[in-house]
């Protein structure tokens, strides 16, 4: 869900950063203490997702729109970097600005195992759903629109999650059975 209105939109990746869910929001899917998403610099690193294009007044209102949810709120940097479209009759790597996490900013809550990170998940969510939602929308569509991606973190932590969610799911029978 960009949050802003595009022209258009294209699938594919950028070099030399990592996805991991290092990231404290105390607004958008949690309370404090929240890990989602954030991307950092990594060596050989590659990180899939989806470019929006915006054109004439999309640009203010979208960049408004960001620099407040990504930058104040979420203690991102913005960079300007190369995206190669997945297309196969993309020519050239298009300019694109990104949102990049850093140790240094007031949201970083830094490395945490695979289940501790599920385990924050779990019980996070703010105003815009539920933190659950978000790494299982993200990991989706990695399988469906990036199937030869790797992405092991995403699929560590979502396989956690999977494992720790029947745990807190209990019925009268469930109940009964132990």
């Known amino acids: 869900r960009p949050g802003f209105e595009f022209t258009s939109r294209k ?3 950028i070099r030399g950063y990592c996805r991991r869910f290092w990231q404290g929001d105390t ?3 949690g309370s404090e203490k929240t890990v989602r998403g954030a991307r950092r610099r990594g060596r050989g690193a590659c990180t899939w997702g989806v470019a929006y294009e915006v054109r004439g ?16 709120l979420g203690g991102y940097d913005t960079k300007l970097v ?21 140790p240094q900013n007031p949201s970083y809550l830094g490395p945490a195992s695979e289940e501790d990170i599920a385990a ?8 815009a759903g539920h933190n659950i939602e978000y790494l299982l929308r993200l990991a ?9 991606a790797e992405d092991k973190h995403l ?3 979502e396989e956690a999650l ?13 109940l009964e059975e132990s």
């Open 57 to 72: 007044d999309q640009i203010a209102a979208s960049l408004e729109y960001l620099n407040m949810r990504e930058a104040v």
């Open 11 to 13: 699938v594919g990746f």
């Open 162 to 174: 999977i494992s720790i969610l029947p745990c807190l799911y209990y019925t009268e029978e469930s």
């Open 155 to 157: 699929f560590s932590i």
């Open 120 to 127: 924050q998940i779990i019980v996070s969510s703010g105003c």
């Open 140 to 148: 989706d569509f990695m399988r469906y629109f990036c199937p030869q």
């Open 27 to 29: 607004f958008h899917r």
């Open 82 to 102: 190369k995206f190669h479209p997945q297309e196969k009759d993309a020519e050239e790597p298009i300019l694109a600005l990104v949102y990049i996490a850093t």
